[in-house]
């Protein structure tokens, strides 16, 4: 039986109460949490639930009654939605029946192993569109592109939330936020591409993470600008300027070509040297970047609004450095964590979480320190660091298109060998 619609102000959004839901309703008006005890136990709740619940986000109004009312219609719609999406597994035998099934790493080319990964494995030299389609199959890569996915999603409804009240064309001073939004897209959609479909072919592995590690460089610079130009304090301004951008566009492209080389070399150098590689100019490009953060968590005074977030993201970061480097649940778990649990999952959801963190911080620098970025960077410098972005980009790719007809040229001479 359907229940009767409740009287109040949502109820054009109505959708069908369900028993869970009506529980969390109940539970949540209970509930006695303010923002300022969610604040202080957890820093970023208020962030965190804001964008799931922006609506609930008002200092006016009481959060779990609010809240109580929201949840229950969003889960309402959610559990409506999940019922849709169920139907996709289904759909897609319909559309494509042929999909063949997933493969144990015994009947895959050692190449593609991945270390404690012992199932899930696509089959290779498949058509396009079953690459595709294996977005909604179950197989190892599953969680790594959907975590990207969900990410980019996130950015874009920010993106649009900022756009409402941030002038991008016109105000020259919201370009380095701007060039932040769209590395960010970049680097999580060029991730998402190629955890996707480079399973199609050795080249193609190859060629989709060199295409990933040219959106990681752009993240790097777009990180940078948003640190200089808003999160830097005068005194490390003064240090720095003239030399700042220039260098960490050319830290970009070195760790671009360090993360390409490292890859291209992946089984003909010792582990140290593709780790020394990948992990040193990406390691220098972190600490340069982000210093300008590094100096003002160091210096500012307490009752710094946007502190948190840049704690928030430098505590996000270093956390999905470990999962980067370390194979970590799947060490301890051998062949269970072929689907879900992955180091590499948890490092895609971490850098998220910093991304989010770092978007918060610079917006709130860049309403609340106008005074400060105004008089220490003139108009002229942000449409120089927008030039310096795309030039950064070409030149990446640049590097990246020269390393795959490296690779291009290495397996045709392998494979005439043969
Ligand atoms: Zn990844």
Redesign the pocket.
Request: charged share 15%.
């Given at each position: 039986m359907v229940a009767r619609p409740p009287v109040h102000a949502l109820q054009t959004n109505w959708v069908p109460e369900l028993p869970f839901q009506r529980r969390t309703a109940a539970i949540m008006s209970k509930t006695t949490v303010s923002w300022k005890a969610v604040e202080t136990f957890f820093p970023w709740g208020r962030f965190i639930l804001s964008w799931t619940f922006p609506e609930a986000a008002s200092e006016q109004q009481d959060p779990p009654v609010v809240m109580a009312t929201i949840v229950m219609e969003k889960i309402g719609r959610l559990f409506i939605n999940l019922q849709q999406v169920r139907q996709v597994p289904r759909m897609l035998t319909e559309v494509a029946p042929s999909m063949p099934g997933t493969l144990r790493d015994s009947e895959m080319p050692r190449f593609f192993r991945e270390r404690h990964i012992h199932g899930g494995y696509r089959p290779l030299h498949q058509d396009w569109r079953y690459y595709f389609l294996s977005l909604f199959q179950r197989h190892n890569e599953t969680v790594?592109v959907w975590t990207h996915l969900l990410g980019a999603l996130l950015v874009l409804l920010k993106a649009a939330q900022l756009a409402e009240t941030v002038d991008f064309v016109r105000d020259a001073h919201a370009w380095p936020l701007l060039v932040l939004l769209l590395s960010s897209l970049g680097y999580t959609g060029c991730?998402a591409t190629a955890?996707l479909l480079a399973a199609k072919s050795e080249f193609c592995h190859f060629a989709f993470f060199f295409l990933?590690y040219v959106g990681v460089a752009q993240y790097q610079y777009g990180s940078a600008v948003a640190h200089f130009y808003y999160a830097v304090e005068e005194d490390w301004h003064r240090r720095v300027r003239g030399v700042f951008m220039p260098a960490a566009a050319l830290l970009c492209c070195l760790s671009c070509l360090g993360c390409c080389y490292g890859k291209y070399r992946n089984h003909s150098l010792p582990p140290w040297v593709r780790k020394v590689g990948q992990v040193v100019p990406s390691s220098l490009a972190y600490t340069w970047d982000t210093s300008p953060v590094f100096h003002r968590m160091l210096t500012c005074a307490p009752g710094d609004p946007a502190l948190p977030f840049h704690c928030g993201q430098v505590a996000f970061f270093l956390s999905s450095a470990f999962f980067f480097t370390q194979p970590l649940p799947e060490r301890w778990l051998p062949g269970r964590c072929d689907f879900l649990g992955q180091g590499?999952q948890l490092f895609?959801v971490l850098l998220v979480l910093c991304t989010l963190c770092q978007i918060q911080a610079s917006h709130l620098d860049y309403v609340g320190r106008r005074a400060l970025y105004g008089r220490l960077h003139g108009d002229g410098e942000a449409r120089f660091f927008l030039v310096l972005f795309v030039a950064t980009g070409l030149a990446c790719a640049s590097i990246a298109v020269f390393m795959a007809r490296k690779v291009g040229r290495l397996l045709e001479r392998r494979d005439r060998s043969k």
């Open positions: 790594n991730s955890h990933d590499h895609h």
